[in-house]
């Protein structure tokens, strides 16, 4: 659910706010230090990389490649201070339809402000394989009112788990 604690005018300020902060992340990333964090959870399919950037011992960002038996998820979690920011969240499927394989995709971003989703927007598309890239390509970002909390949730207790307790966190 995203959260109406802000009036319409200070969202649109923190939102500003957090893109710039994101620039920012992105201009500072060469000075991070890269972490790889790999697991396999023993009794299902699910599996993964996590790449941890840290300056200064503080975590940045943690970019997340989770996958399964016919989806996987991309999500990026950025954080100031201790703090989740943004999220950037890149998911897909298959399935067949018809005699045709089907693919879907979904590109959300999750703008948070201490601890409340500001505002989430998503983009998706399903199509056969062939035609995929361009139908994701002419989807538009559309603002989603009714979010599932809970990536925010694992986002704040990724930076909690980090190194040791990563897929204890996934896998139960």
């Known amino acids: 659910?995203?959260?109406m604690h802000l009036k319409a005018q200070d969202v649109e300020t923190k939102i500003k706010e957090i893109k710039t902060l994101?620039?920012?992340?992105?201009?500072?990333?060469?000075e991070f230090v890269n972490k790889t964090v790999s697991f396999q959870c023993p009794d299902n399919p699910?599996?993964?990389?996590?790449?941890?950037?840290?300056?200064d011992n503080k975590i940045q960002t943690i970019y997340t490649n989770i996958g399964g038996?016919?989806?996987?998820s991309l999500i990026d979690y950025f954080y100031n201070n201790d703090?989740?920011?943004f999220m950037f969240v890149r998911s897909g499927g298959i399935h067949e339809e018809e005699g045709?394989?089907?693919e879907y995709r979904s590109e959300t971003r999750v703008y948070v402000n201490n601890g409340k989703i500001l505002r989430v927007t998503e983009k998706t598309a399903s199509a056969p394989s062939e035609e995929i890239g361009a139908e994701f390509k002419k989807a538009k970002q559309?603002?989603?009112t009714d979010y599932d909390e809970s990536y925010l949730d694992l986002g704040n207790k990724l930076i909690k788990a980090y190194p040791t307790g990563i897929q204890k966190l996934y896998c139960e």
Do not use: H, P, R, W
Not at 22 to 30: M, P
Not at 69 to 72: E, I, P, W
């Open 1 to 3: 659910m995203v959260s």
């Open 22 to 30: 994101f620039v920012t992340n992105k201009e500072d990333s060469a």
């Open 46 to 55: 699910v599996g993964g990389d996590l790449v941890v950037q840290t300056k």
């Open 69 to 72: 038996d016919c989806a996987a």
């Open 83 to 85: 703090q989740l920011y």
């Open 100 to 102: 045709k394989i089907i």
């Open 142 to 144: 559309e603002i989603v």
